[in-house]
């Protein structure tokens, strides 16, 4: 078990004090040490806790097989979600466009590499970026001709119609007070986008500890729709729909099934993978339950 520094005695989302053991998981990705994840007794958010110190974070993102901070695909997962981004990159544009009302002037936080920045520049939007990790903001830079901030107070308190966060917020320490530094950033018609993933989907429960979506410890909060829905509403934020992200189902239970067999992916797994996304898919039909889903949210 990981020598953690942050312990999360207080809910974020409904402020609430009573915990409950969830699971145990383990990093994957980087260090192969293990975290507990704790759940709200109240509104059931999850929680990555202890954690390590905030200043400790940044180790936890350093490995090439974190795509999100690298154009480099070392494996095939890797090598599939590269080839599928183009596609959901114009799905994205086509998404915040039609939920536009004022000028395309848009911030990506946790913009990464700079991929849905530089798909947004080329369809006309007015483009701004925050990375916190400098890799990553070195690789957008480059990409997007632009410069990159580091945090959202480099922003000087500017506006924007659309803000979006694609898998971000459950990576983010001071997740209220990101929230209301969002807000003030966003116009009173903007609109925020927030995509995270959905540890109650079908693939959360059928991979329970081994579910990429976990992600431990790099994901800090592990979010359901009524606890998003709740805190939201505590920020004085409305939301206004939720859109699955169907694809998702089908990247997560891949790796997943790297996690389950030792981090093997033979062709075996793969196809078990492909049905277990398209069960996770099904059964969100009726449920909505999809394993990513972005909160459209307005003021």
Not at 132 to 156: C, F, K, M, V
Not at 178 to 200: C, M, Q, R, W
Not at 209 to 216: F, I, L, Q, S, T
């Amino acid at each position: 078990m990981s020598s953690s520094g942050v312990t999360i005695s207080i809910c974020p989302a409904c402020g609430a004090s009573a915990w409950h053991p969830y699971l145990i998981c383990k990093d994957y990705t980087v260090s192969q040490e293990s975290f507990n994840l704790n759940e709200c007794r109240t509104c059931s958010l999850v929680v990555t806790s202890p954690r390590p110190l905030n200043d400790n974070l940044g180790k936890y993102y350093l490995s090439d097989n974190y795509i999100s901070h690298t154009d480099k695909p070392a494996s095939v997962i890797d090598r599939i979600y590269v080839f599928t981004r183009s596609f959901a990159l114009k799905w994205k544009i086509k998404m915040i466009t039609r939920e536009l009302q004022g000028n395309k002037n848009l911030l990506d936080y946790g913009c990464g590499t700079g991929n849905f920045l530089k798909a947004a520049h080329d369809a006309g939007w007015t483009i701004t970026g925050v990375e916190p990790s400098s890799i990553a903001r070195t690789a957008a830079q480059r990409n997007t001709g632009g410069t990159i901030a580091e945090s959202l107070d480099a922003l000087h308190n500017k506006r924007f119609s659309t803000i979006t966060l694609w898998h971000v917020l459950e990576h983010v320490p001071d997740l209220n007070e990101t929230l209301a530094k969002l807000k003030d950033l966003l116009e009173e018609t903007g609109t925020l986008f927030i995509a995270v993933p959905n540890h109650t989907s079908y693939d959360g429960q059928r991979y329970k500890n081994r579910w990429a979506g976990y992600d431990v410890p790099r994901h800090l909060w592990h979010f359901a729709p009524e606890n998003m829905k709740m805190l939201v509403s505590k920020h004085g934020l409305k939301l206004k729909r939720i859109t699955p992200m169907k694809l998702d189902a089908f990247y997560v239970s891949m790796l997943s099934e790297k996690y389950r067999n030792n981090q093997k992916l033979g062709l075996m797994q793969m196809i078990l993978a492909f049905f277990a996304g398209w069960r996770s898919n099904a059964r969100a039909s009726k449920t909505g339950a999809y394993s990513s889903l972005i909160y459209i949210i307005t003021k």
